[in-house]
């Protein structure tokens, strides 16, 4: 099966490291039990204008210092010894080099990896099967087209709902849906 992975609040904890950077740019003092929005910026009253000096000028630290989730790293390698795994990011191509030095400083195995804002039409061009993701307009735009997604449950996503969308609160989870649907399409 050819698996579709995003990064951020996926594989690791980027709202720590966004909070960290963007308390200091702003001298605000937020923690993640104040996030309930994906985009993590509008917290602090920025427009994406403001969010983007900040970001260009914090990123790189910010994702070299996200901390991967519980149990990522250990399902990613079980993942990668049985299918195709694609890491698939809406990260900006200025952050591509620290984003594999964080992969590989992690020792996280991956066959391919795109920076890419429109991850319906990567996975589509890449026959990925499935994308395992956090963002709530991700899991709406595959649900539409009958594409199934694994949602990495966070506060701001907990709206979403259809039949195409499997939630997992934690990578065990992730991984039982994997293995559920790789079933599915072995009996297909």
């Given at each position: ?7 951020d609040?996926?594989i690791l ?7 960290h950077y ?16 994906f ?13 983007n000096v900040?970001y260009?000028?914090?990123g790189?630290?910010i994702?070299?210092?996200?901390s991967?989730?519980?149990?990522a790293v250990e399902?990613?390698?079980?993942l990668f010894?049985?299918h ?5 990011t809406?990260?900006p191509?200025l952050?591509?080099?620290v984003t594999?030095k964080?992969l590989q400083h992690?020792k996280i195995?991956?066959h391919?990896i795109?920076l ?6 990567e996975?589509?061009n890449?026959?990925?099967d499935?994308?395992i993701?956090d963002g709530?307009?991700y ?5 539409l ?6 949602l ?7 709206a979403?709902t ?11 989870e992730?991984?039982e849906?994997?293995d559920h649907?790789?079933s599915?399409?072995?009996?297909n």
């Amino acid at each position: 099966m050819h698996i579709g992975i995003d990064l951020d609040n996926t594989i690791l904890d980027a709202t720590s490291a966004h909070l960290h950077y963007y308390n200091i740019a702003s001298g605000l003092s937020f923690t993640p039990d104040d996030v309930n929005d994906f985009y993590i910026y509008r917290l602090y009253g920025w427009d994406e204008a403001e969010r983007n000096v900040i970001y260009n000028k914090y990123g790189h630290d910010i994702h070299w210092n996200s901390s991967p989730l519980p149990m990522a790293v250990e399902i990613l390698q079980q993942l990668f010894n049985q299918h195709q795994i694609s890491i698939i990011t809406a990260r900006p191509l200025l952050f591509r080099e620290v984003t594999i030095k964080w992969l590989q400083h992690h020792k996280i195995n991956y066959h391919n990896i795109t920076l890419i804002e429109n991850k319906l039409q990567e996975c589509m061009n890449s026959k990925i099967d499935v994308l395992i993701d956090d963002g709530p307009h991700y899991a709406e735009e595959f649900a539409l087209v009958n594409k199934p997604v694994i949602l990495y449950e966070q506060p701001y996503n907990l709206a979403v709902t259809n039949d195409f969308v499997l939630r997992a609160s934690n990578w065990i989870e992730v991984k039982e849906h994997i293995d559920h649907l790789a079933s599915k399409l072995t009996l297909n």
